[in-house]
């Protein structure tokens, strides 16, 4: 079994490049709000995820607003105000998903800071870095 693509590719077999985009933003917000909640490893989608998980999830959202290979299958350039408009619709899926279990995260606080993140053209290092300043 071979690793998900970390890259845009015109592979049929392979999750669409907005499927991917829309599962590595959901991705970062889902464990970012439940690290600030105290949990260290999160169970996302059947896996038992970590930082190191969010950490490439909010990568490759950076990457490919600023790549020019960062197009997807329909030909549209993913750009700061196509993730901004992701971010609400994935935050009403982890609501969703997670039902009562959401009020136990800090995900509001998650999705601000995912949003800042890649919207900084200047790459913060770890995304726990800015995450530290909300912890109570």
Known sequence: MSPPPICFTSSRK???PRR???LNVNVAIQ???AWLAGQGAVPIFNLMEDAATAEISRSQVWQWI???K???DDGRKVTK?????MIPE???KIREFLGAAYGEGKYD???TIFADLVNNDTFVEFLTLPAYERID
Do not use: F, K, T
């Open 31 to 33: 464990y970012v709000g």
């Open 90 to 92: 994935e935050m009403q």
């Open 109 to 111: 606080d998650a999705a």
């Open 14 to 16: 392979r999750r669409s």
């Open 70 to 72: 960062g197009v997807l």
């Open 20 to 22: 991917a985009l829309r």
């Open 66 to 68: 600023r790549s020019p």
């Open 81 to 85: 105000g196509m993730v901004a408009l």
